[in-house]
């Protein structure tokens, strides 16, 4: 079981740039697939950003262009560069490892508010 741990949210004005934090426990951080997920109020959690263990990287269409998803592995640290915020950003952020099916595979942590305000 890997443990996870968000950080770096808080509240920023639209067109704002925040960067988020997820350290995670474990040697086989390395060799995971990383995504970073959201969750609004009366909303499903949703995938917003991916990153393979070899850097490759996807986007859900929402945030491609404003929305850079990186890791560290020496770290075990994927970050979230957000830029651009729209006030639809808001929701609760949480990291998670994607397995082979596409699915988040771990349980989630606290995850990380960001709001943004118009």
């Known amino acids: 079981q890997v443990q996870l741990v968000e950080s770096g949210g808080g509240l920023v004005q639209a067109g704002g740039s925040l960067r988020l934090s997820c350290a995670a426990s474990?040697?086989?951080?390395?060799?995971?697939?990383m995504g970073w997920y959201r969750q609004a109020p009366g909303n499903q959690r949703e995938l917003v950003a991916a990153v393979t263990s070899g850097g490759i990287t996807n986007y859900a269409d929402s945030v491609k262009g404003r929305f850079t998803i990186s890791r560290d592995n020496a770290k075990n640290t994927v970050y979230l560069q957000m830029n651009s915020l729209k006030p639809e950003d808001t929701a609760v952020y949480y990291c998670?490892?994607?397995?082979?099916?596409?699915?988040?595979?771990?349980?989630w942590g606290q995850g990380t508010q960001v709001t943004v305000s118009s």
């Open positions: 998670n490892v994607i397995g082979p099916l596409g699915s988040p595979t771990q349980s």
């Open positions: 474990g040697s086989i951080f390395s060799i995971n697939d």
